[in-house]
């Protein structure tokens, strides 16, 4: 059996793909350093750290810097980050519940999808657990 991806929207200005035509989202290009303005201590080398695993662990993703947050993408987003002072924040969907203590915060978001998130403070807290938590959703259509 072949499997086949959904078809995407693109956004006629942006160009950015979505799983839902007129997604509703920002066009505005927002300059990826402008996120670490006063937390380049701890917030960029977690960043840097978390991109770095991810593209040696995963596989290769495109960075999409957005006023509210950055976006890892592939040919649609497959996890967020926001750059705080002291951690990164890193928030991923799934179209089941995790139930797991490392979860901050999660929100059902509709029948089948949930949006969870997960402070960062050290490197080793971006280990296996989450990596395969974001290889799941690399990988999700």
Same mark, same amino acid.
């Given at each position: 059996m072949v499997e086949r991806s959904p078809k995407l929207w693109t956004c006629p200005k942006c160009k950015r793909k979505f799983m839902k035509k007129n997604q509703v989202h920002s066009c505005k290009e927002y300059p990826l350093? *402008?996120?670490? #303005? =006063?937390?380049? %201590?701890?917030?960029?080398?977690? $960043? *840097?750290?978390? #991109? =770095?695993?991810? %593209?040696?662990?995963?596989?290769? $993703?495109?960075?999409v810097?957005?006023?509210?947050?950055?976006?890892?993408?592939?040919?649609?987003?497959?996890?967020?980050?926001?750059?705080?002072?002291?951690?990164?924040?890193?928030?991923f969907t799934f179209d089941y519940e995790l139930k797991n203590p490392r979860i901050d915060k999660f929100t059902k978001m509709s029948k089948n999808r949930y949006l969870y998130s997960i402070?960062?403070?050290?490197?080793?807290?971006?280990?296996?657990?989450l990596l395969s938590w974001l290889s799941l959703a690399y990988n999700m259509r």
């Open positions: 350093d *402008n996120h670490f #303005k =006063g937390r380049e %201590k701890i917030a960029r080398p977690l $960043f *840097n750290y978390l #991109k =770095g695993k991810i %593209k040696e662990d995963i596989g290769h $993703f495109k960075i810097s957005l006023p509210c947050c950055i976006h890892l993408a592939t040919s649609f987003s497959f996890a967020g980050v926001y750059a705080l002072r002291d951690r990164i924040r890193i928030f402070d960062i403070k050290r490197t080793d807290e971006i280990d296996r657990e």
